[in-house]
């Protein structure tokens, strides 16, 4: 599809009260009682499930950035945290963002976060991520310096993608570890992606059920693995370690990748293939119960 500079400009085009770039005030002085009291109930229900689920480097974060201190968290004081250990800050949007200017911002080491906080109604699901998502879920492994510049090279990635059309490769990328990313540590996995961790039946599901496959992580894989956003995965991939999820992504040509993925087909969300590393071969109960749930209303 072909786009004329006026369109391109008008899709980029902010809404009104946001800065060219998208970024809006947080407003912090604005949250309501209510409003931080709601933050509070989320936190310590995290707070009380990961403790041994988790990427020890996500408490480490919690604890460097003064996380747990109560209310929601004021940007300007969480970005002066940030900005000595990493050189992240951390900047209000005002909802879903355009692809360029989300890129834009996590080269430069900014992320974007929403101002909003869930109703109590929408505790356990939510269509568009909120202020808990953002901060609580991606905030605390950027305090972490290899995930840090992870984060910086996806951003570049995604702006280099842009040029082959392949954001929506590059976007199972993020799905599969910056969201929904599990992690060896020792003999063990852990939690690490913010979609996971900011999810109570998720931080459980993730880890302990048995319908999920668990997949080594393969890059290329994964590029081609489609995800679903309307329930629970039914597949994670385990990285390594940070240092390695970072090399492998700095170490591989792109351009060649995208090319050679344009023709290859999709792989669907539950498949095992021949060459996987199998951690645990799901039994896909969760997936499958959903769907007769479904046939039957
Ligand atoms: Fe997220």
């Known amino acids: 599809m072909e786009y004329s500079t006026d369109d391109i400009l008008a899709r980029l085009a902010p809404p009104p009260g946001a800065a060219a770039d998208w970024t809006i005030p947080q407003a912090w002085r604005d949250y309501t009682r209510a409003e931080h009291a709601m933050w509070d109930r989320l936190f310590a229900r995290q707070a009380a499930m990961l403790p041994g689920r988790v990427v020890p480097a996500f408490l480490e974060g919690l604890d460097l950035l003064g996380l747990s201190e109560?209310?929601?968290?004021d940007f300007d004081a969480l970005?002066?945290?940030?900005?000595k250990l990493t050189g992240w800050t951390v900047v209000a949007v005002p909802g879903l963002i355009p692809e360029e200017i989300f890129f834009g911002h996590l080269a430069n080491r900014r992320f974007v976060a929403g101002r909003f906080i869930r109703k109590p109604e929408q505790s356990d699901y939510l269509e568009e991520p909120d202020i808990f998502h953002d901060v609580f879920g991606h905030v605390p492994l950027l305090a972490h310096p290899v995930f840090a510049d992870y984060m910086q090279a996806y951003g570049e990635g995604g702006l280099r993608a842009m040029r082959f059309g392949a954001i929506h490769k590059l976007a199972r990328l993020y799905w599969y570890t910056v969201e929904f990313g599990l992690i060896r540590d020792d003999s063990d996995l852990k939690l690490y992606?913010?979609?996971i961790v900011s999810s109570h039946g998720e931080s459980r599901f993730a880890l302990d059920d048995p319908s999920p496959n668990r997949l080594g992580f393969d890059l290329k894989r994964v590029l081609k693995t489609r995800y679903r956003i309307d329930d629970y995965q039914q597949t994670y991939f385990v990285i390594d370690s940070f240092d390695d999820l970072l090399r492998q992504t700095l170490e591989i040509d792109f351009a060649p990748l995208y090319r050679e993925l344009e023709s290859a087909p999709d792989i669907d969300i539950d498949s095992i293939l021949?060459?996987?590393?199998?951690?645990?071969?799901?039994t896909q109960a969760h997936a499958k119960s959903r769907l007769m749930g479904e046939r039957h209303a």
């Open 70 to 73: 109560p209310g929601i968290p």
């Open 79 to 83: 970005s002066e945290r940030l900005r």
């Open 193 to 195: 992606g913010a979609g």
């Open 274 to 282: 021949p060459g996987d590393r199998v951690i645990t071969r799901g």
